[in-house]
């Protein structure tokens, strides 16, 4: 018999020390917790790992595994481990994420620290120092010895042929001026990636979208990007949009679109038809000089004669 057929066939004293093995998984588990014998597994010659069920209500389908062995010619099965595997229908945690990968929109708080890497594809780098323009930059090696040519030279009091003659300022002085001096600046995928966020948060397929009578393009309330960001993304300046100081798309739009409805002035109340505004004296008793009775006359009495 070969090695191979050998190592494939249990043992028959190993496969034989169920109750060995059982014996050493009860020891390990809590009591009651290891269920029925269901596998003896041959790992190799006279090495043989018996599985059994496990009952613990949080290991679903895991497995106590009791490995024992015995040397070459001996009739003596000695342990060797025990330890819980899961089983094919084991119950198991979620493989394992980098929390930088975790992190989400949202996650960070007052005081938190979000590490960029320094290979973070978003990012390229920016101003390098040094006094030659770095690859990316937007002062193109032409422009930069023509920008860069101060306009402040030192101005001595005497005839202009003796003036010194301006110097080059250095590229550290023109990118603090325009404000580029950053390290890093955003690449083209990092830019790509945050206008796809943008789009897919505030942009014409959005529900909001659908459902508006025109799109942010035409409202008032916009307030466009600069940039090449500018030709399709702007920021809501609307206090009750539901967009309010976001980036939105140029094709989002919503109900407070600008141009949407013009309210109508309120049209003027008719004149009232009684003026209760003014005070009408009303008379209590009957005036002396009023009505057909003359004072001189007898009182009347009431009633009916």
């Known amino acids: 018999m070969s090695a191979a057929m050998r190592s494939r066939t249990p043992d028959r004293l190993c496969a034989e020390a169920?109750?060995?093995?059982?014996?050493?998984?009860?020891d390990a588990a809590l009591p009651g917790m290891v269920g029925d014998h269901i596998?003896?597994?041959?790992?190799?010659?006279?090495?043989?790992?018996?599985?059994?069920?496990?009952?613990?209500?949080?290991?679903?389908?895991?497995?106590?595994?009791?490995?024992v062995a015995r040397a070459s010619r001996a009739k003596v099965v000695t342990l060797d481990e025990t330890v819980l595997l899961p089983g094919p229908d084991a119950l198991l945690a979620p493989e394992?994420?980098?929390?930088?990968e975790r992190l989400r929109p949202g996650d960070m708080g007052p005081g938190d620290l979000l590490p960029t890497e320094a290979d973070d594809l978003r990012l390229e780098p920016g101003f390098t120092g040094d006094d030659v323009p770095p690859p990316n930059s937007v002062v193109a090696e032409g422009m930069a010895a023509e920008i860069a040519d101060t306009e402040d030279a030192a101005v001595l009091p005497d005839a202009p042929a003796i003036q010194p003659a301006p110097e080059r300022g250095g590229i550290a002085a023109v990118a603090e001026e325009l404000g580029m001096r950053r390290a890093?600046?955003?690449?083209?995928?990092?830019?790509?990636?945050?206008?796809?966020?943008w789009e897919d948060a505030y942009g014409a397929k959005s529900a909001m979208a659908q459902a508006a009578p025109a799109t942010c393009v035409t409202c008032?309330?916009?307030?466009?990007?600069?940039?090449?960001?500018?030709?399709?993304?702007?920021?809501?300046?609307?206090?009750?949009?539901p967009a309010d100081g976001r980036v939105v798309s140029l094709a989002y739009g919503c109900g407070a679109h600008s141009e949407a409805a013009v309210m109508p002035k309120p049209?003027?109340?008719a004149a009232p038809v009684v003026d209760e505004t003014v005070v009408e004296p009303l008379a209590l008793r009957p005036e002396r000089d009023g009505g057909s009775v003359e004072e001189t006359g007898p009182a009347e009495e009431l009633g009916h004669s």
């Open 184 to 197: 890093r600046v955003l690449s083209r995928y990092g830019l790509h990636t945050a206008a796809d966020r």
């Open 96 to 100: 394992w994420v980098p929390w930088s």
């Open 220 to 241: 008032g309330f916009l307030t466009p990007l600069t940039g090449s960001l500018r030709q399709a993304f702007g920021v809501c300046a609307n206090e009750f949009a």
């Open 39 to 67: 596998d003896a597994v041959a790992d190799g010659d006279r090495v043989v790992t018996h599985l059994f069920a496990c009952n613990e209500p949080g290991y679903r389908g895991w497995r106590w595994a009791v490995t």
């Open 267 to 269: 049209a003027r109340p």
């Open 18 to 26: 169920v109750d060995l093995a059982r014996e050493a998984a009860e």
